[in-house]
T-cell receptor, first 111, second 114 residues
């Protein structure tokens, strides 16, 4: 079972920042926080991952609390194309360890 | 940008038939995976493959399923005798090493069993 809790759905106005929360209170010391998204029925798309420091790339920023029990994915300027289901996943960084997907958050970006 | 490709995009088969789903992972990746997603449900892990052998598999991946990397570029999933409940999107994924950050999923094959 997924070790994360996310809101079922969220709305965001186009051009505004989308902040997607995730709780992972049982995260282990060696587990990373990964974020993926799935647009309609396409394959999941990797967004970002981190261990304990905040991370930023061209798609998003990841803010992880100091106790690592929760995190927030930030899309700084949401567009209509960001409408998708966003998955927060905790996972040890071993190639053999599968990703365990929960139900994610359905983000709707509204014009 | 390199990407994972999958063929066919849609496969229709009759119950009891064998199907082979094909994937071409990103060329320098070392870990390969199959996931599936039944319509309206979560993405579920099936199997991971490394160094020419299965490294981990889920309860879903029973004796009806097998994987192979026959020629160093393709990665296949075979379902020996399909059932109606095998109807789903099947996603192949690959990653370069530890972790899937930096890895990628393919666009999926929609399998319909009639």
């Amino acid at each position: 079972d997924a070790k994360t809790t996310q809101p079922t759905s969220m709305d965001c106005a186009e051009g505004r920042a989308a902040n997607l929360p995730c709780n992972h209170s049982t995260i282990s010391g060696n587990e990373y926080v990964y974020w993926y998204r799935q647009i309609h029925s396409q394959g999941p798309q990797y967004i970002i991952h981190g261990l304990k420091n905040n991370e930023t790339n061209e798609m998003a920023s990841l803010i992880i609390t100091e106790d690592r029990k929760s995190s927030t994915l930030i899309l700084p300027h949401a567009t209509l194309r960001d409408t998708a289901v966003y998955y927060c996943i905790v996972r040890a960084p071993s190639g053999n360890t599968p990703l365990v997907f929960g139900k994610g958050t359905r983000l709707s970006v509204i014009a | 940008e390199p990407e994972v490709t999958q063929t066919p995009s849609h496969q229709v088969t009759q119950m009891g038939q064998e199907v082979i789903l094909r994937c071409v992972p990103i060329s320098n990746h070392l870990y390969f995976y199959w996931y599936r997603q039944i319509l309206g449900q979560k993405v579920e892990f099936l199997v991971s493959f490394y160094n020419n052998e299965i490294s981990e598999k889920s309860e879903i991946f029973d004796d009806q399923f097998s994987v192979e990397r026959p020629d160093g570029s393709n990665f296949t999933l075979k379902i020996r005798s399909t059932k109606l409940e095998d109807s789903a999107m099947y996603f192949c994924a690959s990653s370069p090493g530890q972790g899937l950050g930096g890895g990628a999923f393919g666009p999926g094959t929609r399998l319909t069993v009639t």
